[in-house]
């Protein structure tokens, strides 16, 4: 299962709360913490594959690139992935990025899962609308899944765990 999302949106801090181990997959406040694919070993039945962020403006255009075909060879050619955990802020309209990573992800017709992260930063009585703008911005169907989360709470916790074994088919 690969975690993919902008820098700084909340993907190692998402594999942590899952497998509620702080500091396993290592997170900053900085945007452009991991920046390599990491691995992480769930008692032997899957792999979480913590994704570098897309969308840091502070790496070289070079570095950019580098890291963009590195990704998407990966996700375009690894015979093993399940299933990829898009993750997109709670609190805003998608990026343009984001748009075109879900398009990426559905042109290879993988299997993903749409997580509206940090809701912890917003109002309960505004859980519909988020939802709407997240739905909307990436113009997600009837079948698509979209969960809204929070590592500081762990609300979504359990309902990302459900797709994931889901997914996984474990
Ligand atoms: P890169 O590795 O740079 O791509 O970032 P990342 O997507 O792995 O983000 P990371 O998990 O390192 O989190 C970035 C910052 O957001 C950290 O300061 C986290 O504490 C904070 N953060 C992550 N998830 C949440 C959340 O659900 N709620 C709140 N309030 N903060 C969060
Ligand atoms: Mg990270």
């Known amino acids: 299962?690969?975690?993919?999302?902008?820098?700084?949106?909340?993907?190692?801090?998402?594999?942590?709360?899952?497998?509620?181990?702080?500091?396993?997959?290592?997170?900053?406040?900085?945007?452009?913490?991991?920046?390599?694919?990491?691995y992480y070993n769930i008692e032997s039945l899957l792999y979480f594959v913590d994704v570098p962020g897309y969308g840091y403006a502070k790496v070289s255009k070079a570095a950019r690139a580098k890291f963009a075909a590195m990704i998407e060879a990966y996700l375009s050619a690894r015979q093993e992935l399940r299933g990829v955990v898009q993750l997109v802020d709670a609190r805003h309209a998608p990026s343009p990025d984001d748009v075109s990573m879900y398009q990426y992800l559905k042109y290879y017709h993988l299997p993903v899962l749409v997580v509206g992260t940090k809701v912890d930063k917003t109002s309960r009585s505004q859980r519909n609308k988020v939802l709407r703008t997240l739905s909307q911005g990436l113009e997600l169907n009837q079948t698509d899944s979209l969960i809204l989360f929070s590592a500081t709470t762990g609300e979504g916790k359990d309902a990302v765990w459900q797709w994931l074994e889901a997914a996984a088919n474990i």
């Open 1 to 38: 299962m690969a975690f993919v999302g902008r820098s700084n949106v909340g993907k190692s801090s998402l594999i942590n709360r899952l497998i509620d181990r702080n500091g396993m997959a290592r997170t900053s406040s900085v945007p452009g913490k991991t920046q390599t694919l990491n």
